[in-house]
């Protein structure tokens, strides 16, 4: 570990030991998993990490969560709710990601204040602070604390130490909450969620680690995947078992994105998208 990174590493530490009781908002990402594991190590018994199971959560992935909290020995509770209750969250508003992260640091905070927890802590780092996520201001008003951030760590910073720690999912590909799939407006539907869902489990089943559906419509699945993972589909066999499964989940349009997976891409103009269609149900009628 070179000194720059060890001196992060460091200070993150002495952040954490500087609190007397500490709730961890965890995903099972990288960066929360980290972060929980430095808790735990600088803490002990006087931290927990938290875990929301959402309808926006597949269940795959929070099972991969428990999973990996199990590995490494951190206590971990898991909390039911549903945001999609929230007045207009389910019409999915630009500041979706803001009611939503408001909504479960409240939980936290809550929880804190009853079972007597001193702090909130979140997984943002310094990589966060120069884009767009709307969710810091939720963490700013709510009190909650971002050390990664604070002791300057970057997600590569923040890769290499979870590598160097030993932790399971060091390398696993970032999977943000089912909702940044959906277009801003596009109403939230359960069912919908559900199909996305198991479209995406469709490409896992056929080897490919970083993914998205996007959905330009209801019915109409724009498929990304990472450059380096797109050759993979270029085997027709593996194309065509994909386009007859998304066809079973009611999709009547399949793109793949020639670009490739980027985070963002649903905020994007339409019209400045490269992609291939692999299936139209009106132009095979």
């Not at 720059?4 to 500490?22: D, H, Q, T, V």
């Not at 630009?94 to 809550?110: A, M, Q, T, V």
């Not at 065509?240 to 670009?259: A, N, P, T, W, Y």
């Not at 490739?260 to 095979?284: P, V």
Request: net charge negative; aromatic share 6%; with cysteine.
């Amino acid at each position: 570990m070179d000194d720059s990174l060890e001196g992060k590493l460091l200070r993150l530490r002495e952040m954490l030991a500087s609190f007397p009781s500490a709730l961890v908002a965890y995903s099972g990402g990288v960066d929360s998993t980290f972060l929980a594991q430095q808790a735990h190590t600088v803490l002990g018994e006087r931290m927990k990490a938290v875990i929301v199971a959402s309808p926006l959560l597949p269940p795959r992935e929070l099972e991969r969560a428990k999973t990996v909290a199990g590995s490494l020995g951190f206590p971990l509770e898991v909390v039911e709710a549903d945001e999609l209750s929230l007045p207009g969250f389910e019409h999915n508003p630009p500041d979706r990601c803001y009611i939503c992260k408001r909504f479960r640091l409240g939980l936290l905070r809550e929880m804190a204040r009853e079972q007597g927890w001193d702090a909130v802590l979140e997984g943002s780092n310094l990589d966060d602070a120069g884009t767009h996520r709307p969710g810091r201001l939720a963490s700013a008003e709510l009190g909650a604390s971002s050390p990664l951030e604070d002791a300057g760590l970057s997600k590569d910073d923040i890769r290499a130490l979870a590598r160097e720690a030993g932790l399971p999912n060091w390398d696993a590909p970032s999977r943000p909450c089912l909702a940044t799939r959906f277009p801003y407006g596009m109403t939230l539907e359960p069912e919908l969620i559900s199909r996305l869902d198991a479209a995406e489990e469709v490409l896992e089943g056929l080897g490919l680690r970083q993914l998205r559906v996007r959905l330009d419509a209801p019915d109409a699945a724009r498929i990304e995947v990472g450059a380096d993972e797109l050759r993979l589909l270029d085997d027709k066999d593996k194309r065509e078992s994909l386009v007859k499964k998304l066809r079973g989940l009611g999709f009547r349009r399949i793109m793949l994105d020639l670009e490739g997976y980027r985070s963002g891409s649903m905020d994007e103009s339409s019209h400045a998208r490269n992609y291939r269609t692999l299936y139209d149900a009106d132009a095979n009628a």
